[in-house]
T-cell receptor, first 114, second 115 residues
């Protein structure tokens, strides 16, 4: 079985400042990793994913994440946030031997202020 | 674009009622999922289906059942709604795990209140 821990439940950040959202996972088999964003009163939208290959993954809206196998982490970063990045962010892991099942973290609420 | 639609955005039901939540996807995906989302708990898997008429329990199936009679439609049923089932319900779909990439695509959610 796999599990996901998002280390921060809420991250306040000023507009144009950088942000990092931390995600750690555990699994006995190889995994695929995902970050999703949820804007208020909406479903989840995929930001980026790591399936294989380069450990630095670039996604939409200027976000990127780095897969670190030795530290079992998949932290999400953005160098300069906008007010519109205020949302909840979810890290998810899918084991390579699963039926496409995902395990989601508890979420990190990002609040961007001017 | 993949489209996952859910029958209602907001629903208010009384304790003991039978509740049906419907989900439809238009991308011929094999896999479909039902989650509930609660503050501080993230998304928890209730049931999933990897083929028509096939279903598997997720992490929190108690009090729920599902139906998948057609590939594009996956229904969540609350046999006798209780107040602790007040939550946001999210449906998702994905293609077969052998077809990479296979991220999950989500519907807009149904906010269910049981009074």
């Amino acid at each position: 079985a796999q599990s996901v821990t998002q280390l921060d439940s809420q991250v306040p950040v000023f507009e144009e400042a950088p942000v990092e959202l931390r995600c750690n996972y555990s699994s006995s088999v190889s995994v695929y990793l995902f970050w999703y964003v949820q804007y208020p009163n909406q479903g989840l939208q995929l930001l980026l994913k790591y399936l294989s290959g380069s450990t630095l993954v670039k996604g939409i809206n200027g976000f990127e994440a780095e897969f670190n196998k030795s530290q079992t982490s998949f932290h999400l970063r953005k160098p300069s946030v906008h007010i519109s990045d205020t949302a909840e962010y979810f890290c998810a892991v899918s084991a390579s031997d699963s039926w496409g099942k995902f395990q989601f973290g508890a979420g990190t609420q990002v609040v961007v202020t001017p | 674009d993949v489209k996952v639609t859910q029958s209602s955005r907001y629903l208010v039901k009384r304790t003991g009622e039978k509740v049906f939540l419907e989900c439809v996807q238009d991308m011929d995906h094999e896999n479909m999922f039902w989650y509930r989302q609660d503050p501080g708990l993230g998304l928890r898997l209730i049931y999933f289906s990897y083929d028509v008429k096939m279903k598997e329990k997720g992490d929190i199936p108690e009090g729920y059942s599902v139906s998948r009679e057609k590939k594009e439609r996956f229904s969540l049923i609350l046999e006798s709604a209780s107040t602790n089932q007040t939550s946001m319900y999210l449906c998702a779909s994905s293609n077969d795990r052998t077809s990479v990439p296979y991220e999950q695509y989500f519907g807009p959610g149904t906010r269910l209140t049981v009074t």
